[in-house]
């Protein structure tokens, strides 16, 4: 395994508690609760504030109109400055549940847009978004004023489960001014428990066991292949836990999507890729089922000199 893949390794499973980059002020982090308990808390006081709390559902009601997280309003009062009716939260959110850590997990979204245009993201994927991230008494800990481009194995764990849900724009149109305009893309909130945010990491401005309520924008997304093998990463997940690090095909240390040969038959995977295009998950020579490039069995090469 060469340092460019150890300097890989290190800052893409380490950086999964990053959906921001805070100062550098110094902040205190308490021993870990039990998640099991913590989760009860945080599904408690998320309840609460999703049945006390509104926003204003008749402001989106043009389906043609892109809009955008500012003008998402969220407060405890009924009506609007207009005196129109607000939308309590909780009648409109959708629940989700997802496994972390080997504990399950509760979260909330409210759907706006859910986009119908661009693909959906992979667990894996670089994504282009606008956010703002807030607490749950309102106070603001980030926001983003152009899209932020973040790679989805560097954000809370919550980013994951909630924006595989939603499409990218439908188009995207390059301004003469050189502005992007995008049209049609995934759009909401998510309510996510401190399990699925930053749990006892706290950061500046967000306290420890915070639950994490997150405006977004969903622009783009592309997927990544970390070991520029021919197998996208999100592909490397073999056994379909969305955990790429626990996947080892041949069981020397480096994870398969980091791993150049993954079934250490002394062929490197882009060159099981037998067809020539450019995916080396179809190449199967003795018909098992299973692909050359995770088969030891199978040494077929596309060079012609190995």
Same mark, same amino acid.
């Given at each position: ?154 954000? +809370? &764990?919550?980013?994951? *489960? @909630?924006?595989? #849900? ?5 188009? =995207?149109? !390059? ?37 994490l309520i997150f405006k977004f924008e969903l622009y783009d997304s592309s997927p990544v292949d970390n070991d520029s093998d021919g197998v996208l990463t999100h592909i490397e997940d073999v056994n ?13 240390? +480096? &994870?398969?999507?980091? *791993? @150049?040969?993954? #079934? ?5 995977? =882009?060159? !099981? ?34």
């Amino acid at each position: 395994m060469n340092y460019k893949n150890i300097f890989i390794l290190i800052t893409t499973i380490a950086a999964v508690f990053f959906a921001c980059t805070p100062d550098d002020d110094e902040v205190s982090i308490p021993p870990p609760r039990d998640r099991g308990e913590q989760q009860i808390t945080d599904d408690e006081l998320l309840l609460e504030y999703l049945q006390t709390h509104y926003y204003n559902k008749s402001f989106f009601s043009d389906p043609t109109i892109d809009y955008s997280k500012e003008d998402i309003i969220i407060s405890e009062s009924p009506l609007d400055e207009d005196g129109n009716p607000n939308e309590l939260l909780w009648n409109d959110v959708t629940l989700g549940m997802t496994s972390y850590l080997e504990q399950d997990y509760v979260y909330y979204v409210l759907d706006l847009n859910p986009g119908l245009g661009g693909p959906q993201p992979n667990f894996t994927d670089n994504i282009s978004i606008n956010y703002t991230g807030l607490l749950q008494d309102g106070d603001i800990f980030d926001s983003s004023v152009n899209p932020a481009v973040f790679n989805l194995l560097g954000v +809370v &764990p919550g980013w994951k *489960d @909630v924006l595989q #849900d939603f499409k990218t724009a439908e188009s =995207i149109f !390059e301004n003469s001014d050189g502005t992007v305009t995008y049209s049609n893309y995934g759009f909401g909130v998510m309510f996510l428990p401190s399990g699925l945010g930053y749990f006892n990491q706290g950061q500046v401005g967000i306290p420890s066991y915070s639950n994490l309520i997150f405006k977004f924008e969903l622009y783009d997304s592309s997927p990544v292949d970390n070991d520029s093998d021919g197998v996208l990463t999100h592909i490397e997940d073999v056994n379909g836990n969305e955990n790429i690090a626990d996947d080892d095909t041949d069981g020397d240390g +480096v &994870p398969n999507f980091l *791993d @150049v040969d993954d #079934d250490g038959d002394g062929v490197l995977t =882009i060159y !099981e890729d037998l067809n020539n295009d450019g995916d080396p998950t179809n190449d199967d020579s003795d018909g098992d089922g299973i692909p050359n490039y995770l088969d030891a069995d199978s040494t077929e090469s596309n060079q012609t000199d190995t």
